[in-house]
C-alpha cells in the first residue's frame, strides 16, 4: 500500500489491499437560484438564502448531477488505479492516508504487487480512483496489453524468492510505473519519471477526489453547501491525455 503525502512522495508497506472504501452512493446535485449555487442530496423545500419555495416551483436552471471522482476499477480498462490500502482504517483519501495502486487489463482484473509477489484481483477496487493509460483508438497496443502485463508481471523483479518488498523503493507503485515504463520502451516511446507521472496524472485526480469528499461530508453533517453563482466563467476543466 502507498503513502501519499500530498505531493509525490509514495511509498509503500506491501499489505494487500482487499476491502473496498467507504462509498459515497447518494448522489452530490447542484441547483442555482437567486444568484447562488446550491449544493445538496435533493432539491430543498426553500432556499436557504432567500427563503423562497424551491419545491415544486420553476428554478432558473435544472438541477444538476455533479459526477463521482470514484469508480469502480473492475469496470475499467488499462488504467492506473489508486484506491484505500486495507489498514486504511476510515478507507479515505485525504493526502495522508495509505493508499494502494494497481494496473487494470482489458477485462478489469487488476495486477498489484505486494509482499507477497503480484496478485491478480477481480474485487476489492470497486471504489477507487481511476487514470487512463490507453486511448480506445489505440487498437494495436490494447490487443497487447493483456500480454505485456501479464510478462511484466511474471518477471523476477516481482517475484519474492528473488527480490525483497522494500516499502519506500520496491513497492506497488514501482510496479506500476515500471509497467508502464516498460510499454513505452516497447512502443519506441521514452519514459516517464516518477514525480513527472504523479504530478501529471495522479495528482489532479487525488484533488478532485479530496474537493468532492470535502463538499460531500459538508453536505452530510448541513444539508448543503451553497456558494455566489459564477458569472458565466469556465475553468479548463480538460482531462490530461493518456500517457499513451
Request: aromatic share 10%; hydrophobic share 30%; net charge neutral.
Amino acid at each position: 500500500m502507498c503513502h501519499v503525502h500530498c505531493v509525490s512522495n509514495i511509498t509503500c508497506s506491501g499489505c494487500r489491499r482487499q476491502i473496498s472504501c467507504r462509498r459515497m452512493d447518494v448522489c452530490v446535485i447542484r441547483v442555482s437560484h437567486c444568484e447562488k449555487e446550491i449544493f445538496c442530496f435533493s432539491v430543498p423545500e426553500e432556499c436557504p438564502s432567500c427563503g423562497e419555495q424551491l419545491r415544486g416551483s420553476r428554478l432558473q436552471e435544472a438541477p444538476v448531477s455533479l459526477p463521482s471522482p470514484l469508480t469502480n476499477g473492475h469496470k475499467t480498462s488499462c488504467c492506473l488505479l489508486v484506491a484505500p490500502a486495507q489498514d486504511n482504517t476510515h478507507r479515505e483519501f485525504d493526502g495522508m492516508s495509505d493508499l494502494h495502486t494497481g494496473v487494470s487489463n482489458t477485462a478489469g482484473v487488476v495486477y498489484n504487487y505486494t509482499q507477497g509477489g503480484v496478485v491478480r484481483d477481480q474485487s476489492g477496487w470497486e471504489s477507487c480512483v481511476s487514470v487512463p493509460l490507453v486511448r480506445p483508438d489505440m487498437f494495436p497496443l490494447l490487443a497487447q496489453w493483456d500480454r505485456y502485463l501479464d510478462q511484466f508481471s511474471d518477471g523476477p523483479m516481482w517475484d519474492p524468492a528473488w527480490h525483497r518488498f522494500d516499502e519506500e523503493h520496491h513497492n506497488c507503485f514501482t510496479f506500476c510505473l515500471g509497467f508502464i515504463n516498460s510499454v513505452l520502451a516497447a512502443e519506441g516511446r521514452s519514459s516517464v519519471s516518477r514525480d513527472t507521472f504523479t504530478h501529471s496524472f495522479i495528482l489532479p485526480k487525488m484533488r478532485r477526489v479530496t474537493k468532492y469528499t470535502t463538499l460531500y461530508r459538508h453536505i452530510q453533517r448541513h444539508q448543503y453547501y451553497m456558494v455566489d453563482r459564477q458569472k458565466d466563467t469556465q475553468q479548463d476543466t480538460a482531462a490530461k491525455p493518456d500517457i499513451f
